[in-house]
């Protein structure tokens, strides 16, 4: 486009995000590389993979730990904290 | 009205008094200091009822203090110098990103190392691609009458961006001039309330500034978009100014440039002394004028190329220096005259850095050498002040 052509938008020219929380919608997780597995039979509910989580993404359920996968980065620090070995990784295609 | 004598320092804390800002976040700096203490004299006075005056850790500090502000809605003066405008520096583009239209003095020092305390323009021009707004006072006088300027352009809606008032340090800053400070009545009549559309608040929460992908562009163009807006603004404030307050700006300062055959250009307070040195010239009939850039971003092509049409050599005199490139305002003033019928021979003076005085002697000295890059048909680049060791 030619500069000359280019238009003021006024406020719409302005940066901003008029409704919060709009990330949640979409997908934050979309240049991770491996995905992190929840294994049921090895989980002791301990919520130390909760409480690690950079990005809160993962939510505590009464089954346990419910990873977000439109939130996960794929950092895998859970299975790093997992004392039982309940939370592995897969590559992503 | 009254007339009085102040420093540039008190001329800058008289601007931003009279555009009664909401918030001034303050850290100290030679030769800056003076303009904040002023401002926190009145405000311990209860001369700044409206005020809060904010002192931080950093000049990094300072500026993002501002940023938040002016993000809720405040009108944000605040003033710095040389390294502590530097520190700044990253969080500059913020402010021109947010579109925020914080007014900031800026009084110009030479960069370390090695050190300087004194004036030249490295520091501010170094902020020229930050997508502010910069404006350059010659006097203290003008000092005042562009912060008030600055607020109108920077808070007029199709402009919305931060402003930048330049002085030259020590010369301006700690010298005592003859100003006309304007009441408070005639300040309100010129300079509306700000009432910005886009702020955050808790009835209406926003991000503002947040990550970009494919849009990046598109605000950078608006930002782009918007300096180029102010053009017309400013001179239609300008304009408004005049009305009110008796005291004409143009976009460049001409000065006996009509007939005038050599035009040498400047920029902040070596000018005066240069309109004198050319008075003197011009009874011994050397036909030199002057064209002083007092606004350089956004840059008034079409005023400078209209200024210098009928120029024959041009001395662009830089009080600043990109090592390994040159005169930092050298390319720009040759760009714009790239495409004029008949181009002028353009030398290039590098001059005054770390506050070394011009004197009147220094600028005739230009003008002869000018006159003699018209004969040969051959530009130069000169250094001047340069002492051997």
Known sequence: MREEELLYKAIDGIPIIKEPGSSASINRGSWRLVRPVHHKEKCTKCKICYAYCPDAAIKWTSDGPDIDLKACKGCMICMEECPTGAITQEKEN | MKQTLITGNEAAAWGARLARPQYIPSFPITPQTECIETLARWGADGGLPNTYFDRLESEHSVMSAAVGAAA????????????????M???????????????????????????????????????????????????????????????HVAEDNKVLLPVMVNMDGFVLSFTDEPV??????????????????????????????APALDEYTFFKAQNHVAARNALGVIEQVQDEFEKIFGRKYDMVDEFMIEDAELVLITQGSMSTTAKAAIKEMRADGIKVGLVRLRIIRPWPASAIKEALKNARAIAVIDRNVAPGRGGIMLPEIVETLYYLESRPIISSFIVGLGGNPQTEEKIKEITHKLMEDLESGTPRVEWNDVEEL
């Open chain 2, 72 to 87: 809720v809605g405040n009108r944000v003066f605040t003033a710095t110098s040389s390294q502590g405008l530097l520190l």
């Open chain 2, 89 to 151: 520096h990253e969080v500059l583009y913020i402010a021109a990103g947010m579109r925020l239209p914080i007014v900031m003095a800026t009084i110009s020092r030479g960069l370390s190392a090695p050190v300087t305390l004194w004036s030249d323009h490295n520091d501010f021009l170094d902020q020229r691609d930050s997508g502010w707004l910069m404006f350059h006072a010659e006097n203290n006088q003008e000092v005042l009458d562009m912060m008030l300027i600055a607020y």
């Open chain 2, 180 to 209: 006309t400070i304007p009441s408070f009545e005639m300040v309100d009549k010129f300079l509306p309330d700000y009432a910005p559309e886009h702020t955050i608040t808790p009835d209406r929460p926003v991000t503002i500034g």
